[in-house]
């Protein structure tokens, strides 16, 4: 019987194996090849864990309850991804930081929070403090601003 763990351990478990197969698609420079830790590193054991995860809800047993659909807001998914990928198409032109704030502050909206100034409070230092985290502490380049800004 497929209850609704078991329905969102198969979505996972699909997700997770794509994100596997899709590691192999990440460049290293020539010198990176035997490095222990590179950028295939955390993707792969972000796979391998979140695979682990989904087979245990998969395979263990389950309360034999059926997954309730009625009554979600299916409008407010179709949003969201429709966002995403918007945001997807955004980053590179508006750049990683007016981008993921936008995306952030919007999504926070759509969820709910309606004071502009937690939207701000919120968003902003979250992303610039994940923005700091990968360029001087990852030593990975990610744009901050629109080309042109900088």
Known sequence: MLSKDRIGGILILAFCAFYAFKIGDIRLLPFQEGDAFTARTMPMALAILGTGMAAILVLRPGGGERPELRGLD?????????WMSAY???VRPLGFLIATT????VGFAVLGERRIWMLAAVSIPLVVAFWVLMTQGLDVYIAPLPEGWN
Do not use: D, E, P, Y
């Open 102 to 105: 936008f995306f952030l502050a």
């Open 88 to 90: 997807g198409f955004t």
């Open 74 to 82: 299916w409008g407010r998914v179709a949003f969201f991804l429709i």
